[in-house]
């Protein structure tokens, strides 16, 4: 399986921007690089993805390194409600069928401090 | 369109018992996914199912779990004679079919409690 590398835990402060790294070294040509998080005593969330181009959406923003082999999730400005743990996440490409299901890490918790 | 429902929410069984918890996918999804995590412990795969048929199952314990997506009605994993180790929390996601890499939808999760 493709693995990633996370921090365990960040801090940020409300109102500032957040960025979580995400190192995957061993990633593969058409591995997606999918981010979700999960807030305290809830199913994760989906945030994110993408392949080799930046990525925006109204929740996010990743970079993806030039070589693929790592990503940023950027919070833009972090708020209390943004307290959660973060998952990068590569499709895992040995399951068959026509979609890999997601192998989840350990993830980032990240705190927010009003 | 509601998201992805999973009942019940919480379960409480005696060792021994069996628990049997359901997820209703995405209006329109064929594909689910059910994952297990204990406390403090990040998600890990269990099983994957498209309608009648397992993908993927080797994230399952090989005995007292087993998992089903009939073609009509939700998804059951059923986990026979309970023991205190499975105490933990079931979560069921659902995606379209005929996609890649399209986002999977999770549900709230079933909390077991094995006591």
């Known amino acids: 399986d493709a693995k990633t590398t996370q921090p365990n835990s960040m801090e940020s402060n409300e109102e500032e921007p957040v960025h979580l790294p995400c190192n995957h070294s061993?990633?593969?040509?058409?591995?997606?690089i999918h981010w979700y998080r999960q807030l305290p005593s809830q199913g994760p969330e989906y945030v994110i993805h993408?392949?080799?181009s930046n990525v925006n959406n109204r929740m996010a923003s990743l970079a993806i390194a030039e070589d693929r082999k790592s990503s940023t999730l950027i919070l833009h400005r972090a708020t209390l409600r943004d307290a959660a743990v973060y998952y990068c996440i590569l499709r895992d490409p040995s399951t068959r069928g026509s979609q890999g299901n997601l192998i989840f890490g350990k993830g980032t918790k990240l705190s927010v401090k009003p | 369109n509601a998201g992805v429902m999973q009942n019940p929410r919480h379960l409480v069984r005696r060792r021994g018992q069996e628990a049997r918890l359901r997820c209703s996918p995405m209006?329109?999804?064929?594909?689910v996914y059910w994952y297990r995590q204990l406390p403090e412990e990040g998600l890990k795969f269990m099983v994957y199912l498209q309608k009648e048929n397992i993908i993927d199952e080797s994230g399952m314990p090989k005995e007292r779990f087993s998992a089903e997506f009939p073609k009509e009605g939700p998804s059951i994993l059923r986990i026979q004679q309970v023991v205190r180790g499975d105490s933990a929390a079931y979560f069921c996601a659902s995606s379209p079919p005929n996609t890649q890499n399209t986002e999977a939808f999770f549900g709230q999760g079933t909390r077991l409690t094995v006591v």
């Open positions: 061993t990633i593969s040509g058409t591995d997606y």
């Open positions: 209006k329109g999804h064929s594909h």
């Open positions: 993408g392949l080799t």
